[in-house]
């Protein structure tokens, strides 16, 4: 029954941190987190589609000049480009405004002539019902000279996320009246390979593919100074049947950013392109795992960590959550390799939250058990044994155990001749202060109460704690019992006069105790032969007119500890063998 209340409570435990997770999950909570977080997934991938970069770098700005450079520049890298047989040129720079006749009239020929340049035009591009859309009137793109010539053109937007870190690319964004510009790199994916379909492409649902970067800025692809390819320094191998994007990488030029593998470092847009254009040609896609899978996900996390947590030691629950962890990230990465995101921020505090909700819910319930322990068994022992218990629970051992303990048990001479000459609450005066102070005293020696039994007290020794001394401790009661009674008579304690008289019989042997009884009630208490044996022996007390005897048991347990004066050996009802008796001064020797 307390397993299965335990479970229930690590279930609910569970249950409600998984609903809350997956709530906030579903809202958009820390959606900042989950992307900083997904960005280092992404591992070094060797290129797959042959794309490399023609960069305008810094070198080539110190040889050719600053920018921008005469269209005739252009016109030869393009030239020496096509030479070389590259599939396609993706050329990212906007000749959007005229210079000088000769220069454009250069250019436009070297377009013309290796028909496979790409263009860029510019976007003002915003989000309206749930898709991107861009105004005709603010595109910004080349001159009609040019793009009459290039085998396309294709927007070179490249927006950022919230946090400025550029994850997305709008493959096909949408004019108010209709009209739809592709994105540069798939414009030069289509010139390349004219079997390419964008349909295949999974975009979200505003239109944007998530780019799977093969690296870190500058060390993905293969990268060729501008310079070096405008003067025909370079091999043409290296460019024959190759995607080649040409763009700037310099820093004073201001074309890059931030992306997932930048760790701080800006990507160029030409690399952005050209990572965008390896995704569409490998379809290496990836594709953010459900929403309903994630919050299923997030929910058994959370259940299945608070269920385990609740039934294992707390040190072996956390190595296990921190397993249960790594076991996590790295599923995360394999998934990722294989095309799907995992959010990993909620899944992770799921994880924390759950492990640590389940673990304030044990120190409740400990709280909780420790605090109706100290109340259940401060009515049987001591406030100092209670403390033991407390600090050392492993101490106490329940559901019955043989061991050798000492029982007292003492009567009330001639109480039922007293109880007929009072009024009952003459009667309950008495009984309240003679029962309260010898339990006070019983609990002064380390005793347990073990019960009432009418004017009867019954107290034992040696349990729940070991206690060696424990026949030491009994006789010491009994003898504190009597001289206790002595004081309370001469004090005129009790109303009508009453003087009281006791007899304790105290007996040493293996016995059982433990909680005992049905799982509605039940008691601490002992059993055995050697309990009935104390009890025979307070009852010959009458006979032998002596106010403590023991039991030669209890005898050789207190060696010398104490005076005894050997009585008689007596034929004590229920036992086969005859018992000797002794009674104990109250001196100690």
């Known amino acids: 029954m307390r397993k299965k209340i335990k479970a229930a409570r690590s279930l609910m435990v569970g249950a409600a941190v998984g609903i809350a997770a997956v709530f906030l999950f579903l809202s958009g909570a820390l959606k900042t987190w989950s992307n900083l977080a997904g960005d280092r997934l992404f591992l070094p991938v060797a290129v797959q589609s042959g794309a490399i970069v023609v960069a305008i770098d810094d070198a080539s700005l110190a040889q050719i000049g600053r920018w921008p450079w005469p269209r005739k520049v252009h016109a030869q890298i393009i030239d020496n480009l096509s030479l070389a047989g590259a599939s396609v040129v993706a050329y990212d720079v906007n000749f959007s405004e005229a210079s000088d006749e000769n220069d454009d009239a250069a250019l436009e020929d070297a377009i013309k002539n290796t028909g496979k340049v790409v263009l860029p035009v510019e976007l003002n591009l915003s989000q309206s019902d749930n898709r991107i859309i861009f105004t005709v009137d603010s595109v910004v793109g080349p001159l009609a000279r040019f793009s009459s010539v290039a085998a396309a053109v294709g927007h070179s937007n490249a927006p950022p996320d919230s946090d400025g870190v550029m994850r997305r690319m709008p493959l096909e ?14 414009q030069a994916a289509k010139i390349s390979h004219p079997d390419f379909v964008l349909d295949n492409a999974p975009t979200d649902e505003l239109g944007r593919l998530i780019i799977n970067f093969n690296g870190s800025p500058k060390k993905s692809f293969t990268t060729l100074s501008a310079a070096d390819v405008m003067r025909g320094d370079f091999d043409a191998d290296t460019i024959r049947g190759k995607s080649v994007f ?11 950013r931030l992306v997932p593998t930048s760790l701080g470092v800006p990507m160029s847009g030409v690399e952005i392109h050209a990572s965008l254009y390896e ?149 309950v005066e008495i009984m309240n202060a003679y029962l309260t102070r010898m339990t006070e005293i019983v609990f002064a020696n380390g005793g347990t109460l073990d019960k009432y039994i009418g004017d009867a007290v019954m107290a ?82 009458k006979e032998y007119a002596a106010g403590i005897l023991i039991s030669e048991a209890t005898k050789d347990a207190i060696g010398a500890s104490f005076r005894t004066k050997f009585i008689d050996t007596v034929k004590v009802r229920g036992k086969n063998e005859s018992v000797k008796l002794y009674a104990v001064d109250a001196a100690e020797r």
């Open 173 to 186: 964004p949408v004019s108010s009246d209709g009209v739809a510009i592709e994105a540069f790199a798939v």
């Open 460 to 541: 034992f020794w040696n349990a729940p704690l070991d206690q060696p001394d424990h026949a030491e401790r009994a006789v010491k009661t009994a003898l504190e019992m009597q001289e206790a009674l002595k004081d309370l008579n001469a004090q005129g304690a009790f109303p009508a006069g009453v003087g009281l008289k006791i007899g304790i019989g105290v007996n040493t042997g293996e016995m059982v105790v433990g909680n005992m009884g049905s799982e509605m009630r039940f008691d601490y208490t002992v059993l055995g032969d050697n309990v009935n044996l104390a009890s025979r022996i307070e009852s010959l007390t």
């Open 279 to 427: 995704t569409l040609i490998s379809g290496r896609w990836l594709v953010p795992l459900a929403k309903y899978q994630m919050a299923l996900l997030i929910f058994l996390l959370a259940v299945f960590t608070s269920f385990f947590a609740a039934f294992t030691r707390a040190r072996i629950s956390l190595i296990a959550t921190a397993a249960f962890w790594l076991a996590f990230l790295i599923t995360a990465f394999y998934l990722f390799d294989r095309g799907k995101v995992v959010d990993l921020v909620w899944p992770s505090l799921t994880l924390l939250f759950a492990y640590a909700g389940t673990t304030l819910e044990r120190r409740v319930a400990f709280d909780r058990d420790r605090s109706r322990l100290k109340t259940a068994f401060s009515r049987y022992v001591s406030s100092e044994v209670v403390q033991r218990i407390l600090k050392d629970p492993s101490a106490l051992r329940l559901g019955g155990e043989k061991r050798t303990m000492t029982v007292l048990f003492s009567d009330i001479r001639g109480f039922t001749s007293i109880s007929e000459k009072m009024p009952p609450e003459d009667l």
């Open 246 to 256: 040409v763009g700037a990488t310099a820093p004073d030029l201001h074309d890059d």
